[in-house]
């Protein structure tokens, strides 16, 4: 019996960074998870600008081991294929300059990445990692939670469960009552493919919003060592009415559009085209009860639109170890005092998943979007506060806003030769 006042269940980036930044405040924990590491975990791969920026926070040491030891792809901007397949490039940095100590993202197999935080949690002595071993029971004490593994051999008593278990969280769907909705949910398939060509000289990842796959998306991240992620994902509800086979359909897309299949032409699968479930931060939920947090993809935090999930799992292990921190201080774990957790999460993260929810209903609208990316491909002016809109959730609003169009559609002649 191990008793203590944190215990973590899920050593992914949630759990990782929640331990990571709890042993940096000066507070113990046990960290739990049921594989042994490195290990493979199904993803896109892309880590963006909140990443970096967290690991910063903790220790700027952190970023520069991960960036030596595995020698993730910078990444410097995005390229966006409508359905009219009207190429759209944003820089993430107007006027950037390229320096790679200084990317603003990054593009890392899940299995390095993951295994990185692993390491950084093995130099702090006052995280106990408990690996290989699965919490399949948890019990309400008066203590707080005790989670067992299922043939006992490891039980822990903790005045706060920090749930970072996941998509297919146990505790998040039977205990916290987290349902899976299909409209706020997504399934997707990756794969890696060695000797695709056309990738952007400063690494820009690609969104392709094939008119096969609407309201969903194809992508292609550049990788070290040649390689390229590559997948695609649709809505759960979706697929369940057009009844879709996504390990199919991949190869499929490749093949019937030609600004892929070119691309594509002397490209090879490596290893398996891999599915997984992504359940979406589109939904409103309580992630807060009494002695318990859910964290990262066990308490539905990706963003619907991009299916980013890696930035949001730290800022959810942030603010969990941080209120954690106040909790131990003025002893209390009740779920009224812990509810401060939702309300933190809902400024920092609910607003903006709810307007990438917003963004990709949007998208569901063919000919709006074509208009749209038409307008803003021809507009030097608009590009630009869409390279600004990635730091700036302010401007990220005027997208759903029918007036900014309305000026922008008013002043496109000044705006065509800015």
Request: hydrophobic share 40%.
């Amino acid at each position: 019996m191990i008793q203590t006042d944190i215990c973590i269940v899920g050593a992914g980036p949630a759990g990782a960074y929640a331990a990571l930044k709890l042993s940096y405040l000066g507070i113990p924990s046990v960290l739990i998870d049921k594989a042994q590491f490195p290990r493979d975990k199904v993803c896109g791969d892309a880590l963006s600008g909140k990443v970096p920026l967290q690991l910063n926070r903790i220790d700027p040491a952190l970023l520069g081991r991960f960036q030596q030891n595995f020698k993730p792809i910078d990444v410097w901007g995005v390229r966006f294929y409508p359905p009219n397949n009207r190429l759209i490039e944003l820089p993430f940095q107007p006027g950037y300059q390229r320096k790679p100590d200084e990317a603003p993202g990054y593009v890392s197999k899940r299995l390095d990445f993951d295994y990185f935080l692993i390491q950084e949690v093995q130099r702090c002595q006052n995280i106990d990692l408990r690996l290989g071993m699965a919490i399949t029971r948890y019990e309400k004490t008066d203590y707080g939670w005790r989670a067992s593994s299922e043939d006992g051999s490891l039980e822990v008593d903790c005045r706060l469960l920090l749930v970072a278990d996941g998509a297919h969280s146990a505790f998040s769907r039977k205990i916290a009552g987290l349902d899976q909705d299909p409209q706020h949910h997504c399934a997707a398939v990756r794969a890696y493919y060695s000797g695709v060509t056309g990738f952007h000289d400063h690494n820009f990842i690609e969104l392709h919003f094939l008119p096969d796959l609407n309201p969903g998306y194809f992508w292609v991240f550049p990788l070290p060592n040649g390689l390229a992620n590559v997948g695609l994902g649709v809505r759960s509800d979706i697929i369940s009415k057009e009844r879709l086979n996504l390990r199919e359909l991949l190869p499929q897309m490749i093949e019937k559009h030609p600004q892929l299949r070119e691309r594509f032409a002397n490209a090879r699968l490596e290893g398996k085209i891999m599915g997984y479930g992504l359940p979406l931060g589109s939904k409103d939920r309580v992630l807060s009860g009494d002695n318990y947090l859910l964290l990262g993809d066990a308490g539905h935090l990706i963003d619907p639109l991009t299916g980013e999930g890696i930035g949001n799992a730290f800022y959810s292990g942030m603010i969990a170890a941080e209120l954690a921190q106040n909790a131990i201080a003025d002893g209390r774990f009740d779920a009224e005092y812990l509810r401060a957790y939702d309300v933190r999460i809902e400024r920092v993260l609910r607003s903006e998943m709810r307007l990438s929810y917003k963004l990709q209903r949007l998208l569901e609208h063919r000919l709006i979007t074509n208009l749209l990316t038409g307008f803003i491909a021809d507009h030097p002016r608009i590009v630009e506060l869409f390279c600004r809109m990635y730091t700036d959730f302010d401007l990220r609003l005027q997208l759903v806003n029918p007036v900014f169009w309305v000026k922008a559609w008013l002043n496109r002649r000044r705006w065509q030769d800015a």
